[in-house]
């Protein structure tokens, strides 16, 4: 059970240093201040109203120990000395209640002096505290922004982390991507991968195509030339006349294919 208690301690110890922020709590730390300079200040008050009541009450009192004075003096000088006697003794007991009074009013009015000194000295310390409460709260905002930005530059704060972790994947996949097109081409380009539409070939077959439809262009050309070595020259048509005979037979002998040594002519055929 203690160990249980312990560690709930140190979890919720934990939770609440995570929750707290040092301007709140200099903020209601100063409100309390507040309230407490408010209630020396209540109790100011209270200690000068009973100083008061004592004043009035002491007046009161002083006017009642004259007024018996008075009333001794009048009956003594009427020859009632009986009256003069009783009014002197309530004016004694007038008096005594006048000097337990003035003694309360005295001890009010050191209380009083106390309390407005002490409630000087709070209103000072108070003061005090603010200043340096707003000095610690400004401070305190100063290296928070300046530690985010930190980690913001540096990459370790998490949005920027998340950020980052998103630009790595988006860079992973596309080089994934890049990496296996590159892959499809060679294998399509070597022939591993047969093309379903039937236009993709690969090197060897395209030279061999090339090379079978340079070769029948060449017979094609052939052909054409020995058609065209039967009949008149393509000048002799232009100008109306037929080729010499040389001539003729010259380009006779190259549409056969034949040769000419220096003897007489043998064709192809011959």
């Known amino acids: 059970m203690k160990r249980m208690g312990m560690i709930f301690r140190a979890k919720a110890n934990k939770a609440l240093d995570r929750a707290e922020d040092p301007r709140e709590t200099l903020d209601y730390s100063y409100q309390r201040q507040l309230e407490l300079l408010q209630k020396v200040r209540r109790g100011v008050a209270d200690v000068a109203t009973s100083r008061k009541r004592l004043e009035l009450q002491l007046q009161q009192l002083q006017q009642q120990s004259g007024k018996l004075e008075d009333q001794g003096r009048k009956a003594l000088s009427l020859g009632r ?3 003069a006697r009783e009014a002197l003794s309530r004016k004694s007991a007038v008096q005594g209640q006048v ?3 003035q003694t309360q009013y005295q001890t009010l009015q050191g209380e009083e002096e106390k309390l407005t000194l002490a409630a000087q000295r709070l209103q000072a310390k108070v003061d005090a505290f603010r200043t340096k409460k707003e000095t610690i709260k400004a401070t305190y905002t100063a290296a928070q922004a300046q530690t985010k930005i930190g980690e913001a530059f540096s990459g370790i704060s998490e949005e920027m ?3 980052g ?3 790595q994947r988006a860079e992973d996949k596309t080089a994934q991507l890049q990496a296996r097109a590159g892959a499809i081409d060679e294998l399509m ?3 591993a991968l047969d093309d379903p539409s ?3 070939k690969d090197d060897l077959a395209a030279e061999l195509d090339r090379v079978a439809g340079g070769s029948d262009v060449e017979l094609e050309l052939e052909r054409m030339k020995a058609e065209l070595a039967g009949g008149p020259a393509p000048q002799a048509i232009e100008q109306g006349r037929p080729e010499e005979d040389g001539s003729s037979q010259a380009q006779q002998a190259q549409g056969d294919g ?5 003897g007489p002519r043998f064709n192809k055929g011959e």
């Open 161 to 163: 982390g998340d950020v």
């Open 189 to 191: 380009a070597s022939g």
């Open 81 to 83: 000395e009986d009256l």
């Open 165 to 167: 972790l998103a630009i």
């Open 99 to 101: 000097q337990d009074l």
């Open 198 to 200: 039937g236009l993709q």
């Open 258 to 262: 034949g040769y000419k040594q220096d």
